[in-house]
C-alpha cells in the first residue's frame, strides 16, 4: 500500500519526472499534471493525499490554483515549489494557506522530508478536544471549521487546524515557534531559517478575524511565542 497519493503539478518536464521518479521509488503514488488548470482538475477530481505546486505554469498559476483547492478542498494539503530568491511568491503562498514551500534546487532528501513532515498524523498533535470556543468563535478542530461572531464560516487548511489544535492541547502556555516547527511541522528547528509559523498564525488570525494588533485568539507572548486565549471553552 503506497504511503500517499501525491500530484505533481509542474511545467518543467525534468523536473516533472523526477519528481514522479522519486516519489515512486520512495514509496508514494505519484499524479502529475503539466499545467495548473490540468492540476486543479485532477485534484478535484481524485482522491489526492497532498499537492506539490508549482508557481509560474501555463493557463493557470499556482496561486489561482491554490485559491480554488482551498474553496473546494480545504484540508487538501499543498506545498509550493519556488525559485531560488522569490521570497515574496513564499510569503504569498502561505497567506493564501499553502502548507510549506520547497526552494529550487531542492535535494530529494529535503523534498521526502517536507512531504512526510505534512502527511505525518502524529500522537505528539492529539486532539483530545474537538470543539472550543474562543472569544466568540466556534472551532471544531474535527470539521476544521470556525463559526465566528456574526454567524459567518471559514475553513481551515489542515496545517493550520494542526497549529490550531496545538495551541488548544496546551492552552495555557505559550508556544515557541521552534517547538511549532518540532511537534507540528515535524522539523527539526535547529539551523532552520523560516517564517512558517509566523506565515501560518497570521492566516489563522485573518480567518479567524483575530486583530492582528489586539488579538483575542491567538495572542502574541513576548520573546516566548503564541499562546491560546485563557478563556477558551472546550468540549
Do not use: C
Request: no cysteine; hydrophobic share 40%; aromatic share 4%.
Amino acid at each position: 500500500m503506497p504511503l500517499g497519493r501525491i500530484l505533481v503539478v509542474e511545467d518543467d518536464n525534468a523536473i516533472r519526472r523526477g519528481l514522479v521518479d522519486l516519489l515512486r521509488i520512495s514509496g508514494y503514488a505519484p499524479m502529475e499534471a503539466a499545467d495548473g488548470q490540468a492540476g486543479l482538475d485532477s485534484a478535484l477530481g481524485g482522491e489526492i493525499d497532498l499537492v506539490l505546486l508549482d508557481i509560474l505554469m501555463p493557463k493557470m498559476d499556482g496561486f489561482a490554483v491554490l485559491r480554488e483547492l482551498r474553496k473546494a478542498k480545504p484540508s487538501l494539503p499543498v506545498i509550493f515549489l519556488t525559485a531560488k530568491g522569490e521570497e515574496p511568491d513564499r510569503v504569498k503562498g502561505l497567506k493564501d494557506g499553502a502548507d510549506d514551500y520547497v526552494v529550487k534546487p531542492f535535494s530529494p532528501k529535503e523534498l521526502l522530508a517536507r512531504v512526510e513532515a505534512v502527511l505525518r498524523r502524529s500522537p505528539e498533535r492529539p486532539r483530545n478536544v474537538e470543539k472550543i470556543t474562543v472569544a466568540g468563535r466556534q472551532i471544531d478542530l474535527d470539521r476544521r471549521e470556525v463559526v465566528l461572531p456574526g454567524g459567518e464560516r471559514a475553513q481551515l487548511s489542515e496545517r493550520e487546524a494542526d497549529v490550531l489544535a496545538y495551541l488548544v492541547t496546551n492552552r495555557g502556555r505559550a508556544i515557541a515557534r521552534e517547538e511549532l516547527l518540532s511537534r507540528v511541522w515535524g522539523l527539526d528547528p535547529r539551523g532552520v531559517h523560516t517564517r512558517t509559523v509566523d506565515m501560518t498564525v497570521a492566516r489563522l488570525r485573518e480567518l479567524l478575524q483575530d486583530d492582528s494588533t489586539n488579538p483575542s485568539v491567538i495572542v502574541t507572548v513576548r520573546q516566548k511565542g503564541y499562546m491560546l486565549a485563557m478563556d477558551g471553552k472546550g468540549v
